[in-house]
């Protein structure tokens, strides 16, 4: 089984709907990401998480929102989606000070 | 502004041969650096890093260059196999400032059998 999985794997909606991405992760990691991959830019950090009572604004946080429900769990809100809210989001995880984050296999997200 | 940017967005090379992937900063603050590898349909994999400490760091076929005056960093495959074939991410982070990892654009790697 994978140490990170995120629901769903793909997902099509309409401007204005409330979506929701979802994060688990098995590795007993203390630290959680939620990116955004677009075409040419790379991977943007949109909000991250060092324990449950912590939550963070990232680099593009407007439009979003998040959850911290347990340590393994990390959710992602989108509230009112729009079109450029379309694209590929991954979840992290990190332990501690570690610099290395371990991936999710990503969402696949389409705002029409 | 990117801070981290790869201005190669693909590359293609033949099998045996040495890849060479290429990654600019402009904060001298970084001291920590990672390449990512992407397959299609996965998330990223960690594959090697290096700290501003050092100026090289080889594991296996995968070498990292830092050169701190230019702001620069290589990543070397060699030799350069099909399963190779990915995008490849360049990162920075600063490691007293919360471990945030600032990522490049990518860039796609095809191998050519």
């Known amino acids: 089984d994978a140490d990170v999985t995120q629901t769903p794997r793909n997902r099509i909606t309409k401007t204005g709907k409330r979506i929701m991405l979802e994060c688990s992760q098995t590795?007993?990691?203390?630290?959680m990401y939620w990116y955004r991959q677009d075409p040419g830019l790379g991977l943007r950090l949109i909000y991250y998480?060092?324990?449950?009572?912590?939550?963070n604004k990232g680099e593009i946080s407007d439009g979003y929102s998040v959850s911290r429900q347990a340590q393994a769990k990390f959710s992602l809100s989108l509230e009112s989606a729009i079109p450029n809210q379309t694209a590929l989001y991954f979840c992290?995880?990190?332990?501690?000070?570690?610099?290395?984050?371990?991936f999710g296999p990503g969402t696949r997200l389409t705002v029409l | 502004d990117q801070q981290v940017k790869q201005n190669s967005p693909s590359l293609s090379v033949q099998e045996g041969r040495i890849s060479i992937l290429n990654c600019d900063y402009t904060?001298?603050?970084?001291?920590?650096f990672l390449w990512y590898k992407k397959y299609p349909a996965e998330g990223p994999t960690f594959l090697i890093s290096?700290?501003?400490?050092?100026d090289k760091n080889e594991d296996g076929r995968f070498t990292v260059f830092l050169n701190k005056s230019a702001k620069h960093l290589s990543l070397h495959i060699v030799p350069s196999q099909p399963g190779d074939s990915a995008v490849y991410f360049c990162?920075?982070?600063?490691?007293?400032?919360?471990?945030?990892?600032?990522f490049g654009g990518g860039t796609r790697l095809m191998v050519k059998p």
């Open positions: 998480s060092f324990d449950v009572k912590d939550i």
């Open positions: 590795k007993g990691h203390d630290r």
């Open positions: 990162a920075a982070t600063r490691r007293n400032a919360g471990n945030m990892l600032t």
């Open positions: 992290a995880t990190s332990f501690g000070i570690a610099d290395t984050q371990y």
């Open positions: 290096i700290s501003s400490i050092k």
């Open positions: 904060n001298s603050m970084f001291d920590y």
